[in-house]
């Protein structure tokens, strides 16, 4: 079973940082994209940062210049480095891959989700 663990979530005031850590365990052929998406309440899941395979990365607007995702494919982790951290940015924060069980099956997994609370 393919399982995905969050963790670095926490409170913190605005200007402070996270660092937020995403595990993936289990039988895993290879992990293609690792990405963070996050879900504040009322509002609908929105995606925060991605990485591919080759390195790349993607950024929402609201967040770039202040986070940076990476990702350690030996370790089958990613992070989320949260920096400037804002109000807005208060959200339910979860790690997402798209992954290959074996070279023929792929599919996409989610965490359940660490919470990140950025007083004002």
């Known amino acids: 079973q393919v399982q995905l663990v969050e963790s670095g979530g926490g409170l913190v005031q605005a200007g402070g940082s996270l660092r937020l850590s995403c595990v993936a365990s289990?039988?895993?052929?290879?992990?293609?994209?690792m990405g963070w998406y996050r879900q504040a309440p009322g509002k609908e899941r929105e995606l925060v940062a991605l990485i591919t395979s080759g390195g790349s990365t993607v950024y929402a607007d609201s967040v770039k210049g202040r986070f940076t995702i990476s990702r350690d494919n030996a370790k089958k982790t990613g992070n989320l480095q949260m920096n400037s951290l804002k109000p807005e940015d208060t959200a339910v924060y979860y790690c997402?891959?798209?992954?290959?069980?074996?070279?023929?099956?792929?599919?996409?997994?989610w965490g359940q989700g660490t919470q990140v609370t950025v007083s004002s």
């Open positions: 289990g039988s895993i052929f290879s992990i293609d994209g």
């Open positions: 997402n891959a798209h992954l290959h069980t074996t070279y023929a099956d792929t599919y996409i997994t």
